[in-house]
């Protein structure tokens, strides 16, 4: 068994799309199953992970970072978090009553927590804002956890 983990950009510009599904495809496809994943659903890196790790027969794991979690999406992706979120083996909420840095950073950590690898869909930037994604790279990478980068080569966000 593999456990994986997301962490990534939500924001990602179209013509990248493609290429980080191909990439996040491939990463899943060379390791061990069977395959578990552990991702918050957010918009963007989250979402493409667990359809990919569904898509293999995969089991999908959420790690909500707060109550009211929903309302952070627009109509189109609060669509695709419910449907995941309707799809995943097992839910954790955690115990942050708003959504904002701390509880994304507490979800992140937690993320890795529960990773034996960690995907980062990372433009190599640092974060911008507490909970970022550069932030869960450092922590995975603090823990010893080997963190695999997805991002198209010389593309900006």
Do not use: C
Request: charged share 20%; proline share 6%; aromatic share 8%.
């Amino acid at each position: 068994m593999t456990r994986v983990g997301i962490t990534g950009h939500q924001k990602i510009p179209e013509d990248a799309v493609k290429p980080i599904v191909e990439g996040i495809r491939s990463l899943l496809v060379g390791l061990a199953e069977p395959l578990e994943g552990y991702s918050s659903l957010a918009e963007g890196a989250d979402q493409l992970f667990a359809r990919s790790v569904l898509a293999l027969g995969g089991t999908l794991h959420a790690i909500i970072p707060s109550e009211n979690y929903a309302t952070t999406f627009d109509e189109a992706h609060r669509h695709a978090y419910r449907a995941l979120l309707d799809q995943a083996t097992s839910v954790q909420q955690l115990p942050f009553e708003a959504p904002g840095e701390p509880a994304y950073a507490a979800a992140g950590h937690r993320v890795v927590d529960h990773s034996d690898v960690l995907i980062a869909v990372w433009d190599g930037e640092p974060a911008r804002g507490r909970g970022g994604t550069a932030d869960a790279v450092s922590y995975a990478e603090d823990g010893g956890i080997p963190v695999y980068i997805v991002w198209p080569y010389g593309l900006a966000r």
